[in-house]
């Protein structure tokens, strides 16, 4: 054996001895993640899901890199799902499943799961990459242990998981973020031009795949603020110079796109939306702690997330400079809202799992060293506990939902040649023996045949949405309901306005006065554990 392979060799053992935990964390992020991945398909329970998808096939049907459409403003997920897309084509068409182009078109359109898993995939492997940050981040920080813990923290966190199976942007968002914090690290250790650069970049980065992600470059900022007082302030100037050119390399149409990026981010401006309209900023910040987070993390695992934060920015000069403002100031960001989401606490995940991390080894790090062993291992599994509990149970909601309850309740009561309507994209009754209408905004009621064959541009979807986050029948004109006559209406979201009239007084009007003179035939409602979803009412008209 040569000395080179030798030296290999025990180089390789050595990577594989002392990384053998991060490699297991992040194999058990991984099985998390894939498992159930496919809920719901082939209908669509996210309503933004096919609004992505739609927006990248429609770029490849074009042949243009314009998304037309910068809300997010999302762009490179965007991308990402377009080159998914152009993968899952390719494989399609080199193994004979696809004989053109056109068929892969129509195979697409009949059922979008072809392209909404592997696209789900691609984000769940962001979700995993975003662990593997987190426990580098740690590691950089406070040692290997405080990375360890963050990252298992991280991984088996349920609102974590959940959005990792969705074809969003905030995951992506997350990646670049995380990355802009370790360079903004080395900024405030060594302070290299390219640490500065790279910053930068990753700010522009986060920033073309969520507008609030740029937030994070004021972390590189206030990393550089030390060396930039003491005269060398030129290369903080390389932070926002980078930061834009990535940004516009990455969106170069929100250049020449200006008028529609107001538009979009005009729409996205909203006050008010049912089942999220927030309070004043205390009352947003109590409502994301005591739900998201106390949920996702568990009891133990919140205490430890809330005194890591303290201790953390009272004794780690790193963190207090180089982490921790663009963290708090995107914090106190989602929290001036008008509106609340669960959603928009992913990227500030990593944060609190690092602060339970330096919790958890500092309290071990003050015991004696034998029993540190035994200690940090098992108030590490206590916390965990309930944090996998509430995992298993949010993965078992996403399995059973009440939307696809609903559907095996058309399925089997509801004869052939009903026609159904439907508030979410059940493209499962689509395929069914039945004709199926969408509320359509502006548009009325349509077809839903006519939007799985592509008959229906994302343009027209925008147009017809007016703003609106959903399309749903409190939306429409009372004048539009003759369009709408069904046999059967499953409703999903009839119980949101009605528990906020007082918000949406015309939206429930409509809805009242679209169900009278029908019958409720069914309704399936969610339960902790057991089963996900919205309230779904299925609504009989006999003489209709």
Not at 420 to 428: F, K, N, Q, R, S
Not at 488 to 507: C, E, G, I, S
């Amino acid at each position: 054996m040569t000395k080179q392979r030798r030296h290999f060799r025990k180089g390789a053992a050595s990577f594989l001895r002392a990384g053998w935990p991060i490699m297991a964390v992040l194999v058990l992020a991984a099985v998390l993640r894939l498992d159930g991945i496919g809920f719901g398909l082939p209908a669509l329970n996210d309503p933004d899901e096919p609004l992505f998808m739609m927006l990248a096939f429609d770029m490849l049907n074009r042949g243009s890199l314009d998304p037309q459409w910068f809300g997010h403003p999302g762009t490179i997920t965007l991308y990402s799902l377009a080159a998914v897309m152009v993968a899952v084509a390719g494989a399609g068409l080199a193994s004979g499943a696809f004989a053109d182009l056109n068929a892969f078109a129509s195979a697409v359109y009949a059922d979008p799961g072809l392209v909404i898993l592997p696209a789900r995939i691609m984000i769940a492997a962001c979700s995993v990459l975003c662990v593997w940050l987190t426990y580098l981040i740690g590691l950089r920080l406070w040692g290997k242990a405080a990375g360890l813990v963050a990252a298992l923290m991280l991984a088996v966190n349920a609102v974590h998981i959940t959005w990792s199976q969705i074809i969003r942007t905030d995951v992506q968002a997350s990646v670049f973020m995380l990355l802009c914090v370790l360079a903004a690290m080395n900024i405030a250790r060594r302070g290299l031009a390219r640490d500065y650069v790279l910053a930068g970049m990753f700010a522009g980065l986060a920033c073309a795949t969520k507008w609030p992600a740029a937030l994070i470059g004021l972390s590189a900022l206030a990393a550089a603020a030390p060396a930039a007082l003491r005269g060398n302030w030129r290369k903080a100037l390389l932070i926002p110079l980078a930061a834009g050119a990535a940004l516009l390399i990455a969106s170069p149409f929100l250049l020449f796109s200006y008028d529609r990026v107001l538009h979009d981010l005009a729409g996205e401006a909203r006050t008010a939306h049912p089942g999220a309209t927030g309070g004043g900023p205390l009352d947003n910040l109590w409502w994301y702690v005591s739900g998201p987070l106390a949920q996702s993390f568990g009891l133990p695992g919140l205490v430890l997330a809330i005194a890591g934060l303290v201790g953390a920015t009272y004794s780690s000069r790193i963190w207090r400079i180089a982490v921790l403002p663009g963290f708090a100031v995107f914090l106190a960001a989602i929290c001036v809202q008008s509106l609340v989401w669960e959603r928009w606490l992913v990227p500030l995940l990593p944060f609190f799992a690092l602060c339970a991390g330096w919790a958890l080894q500092r309290a071990a790090s003050a015991l004696q060293r034998p029993t540190a062993r035994i200690a940090l291992p098992l108030a590490t599994t206590l916390a965990i506990v309930p944090m996998a509990i509430a995992s298993y149970a949010a993965s078992a909601e996403r399995r059973t939902d009440t939307r696809q309850l609903a559907s095996a309740w058309i399925f089997a009561n509801a004869p052939p040649g009903s026609t159904i309507l439907v508030e979410h994209a059940a493209v499962d009754l689509v395929q069914g023996p039945y004709t199926v209408l969408f509320p359509f905004g502006a548009a009325g009621c349509i077809d839903g045949g006519k939007v799985l064959r592509g008959q229906v541009s994302p343009a027209e979807l925008e147009a017809n949405r007016q703003g609106n986050p959903v399309v749903d029948l409190g939306d429409l004109k009372p004048a539009q309901f003759a369009a709408c006559r069904a046999d059967f209406a499953v409703l999903t979201h009839f119980d949101r306005y009605r528990q906020d009239q007082v918000r949406f007084p015309q939206q429930w009007a409509n809805y009242y006065a679209f169900v009278r003179g029908g019958n409720e035939a069914a309704i399936f409602l969610p339960n902790d554990g057991a089963v996900g979803g919205p309230p779904v009412r299925i609504i009989a008209f006999g003489d209709r």
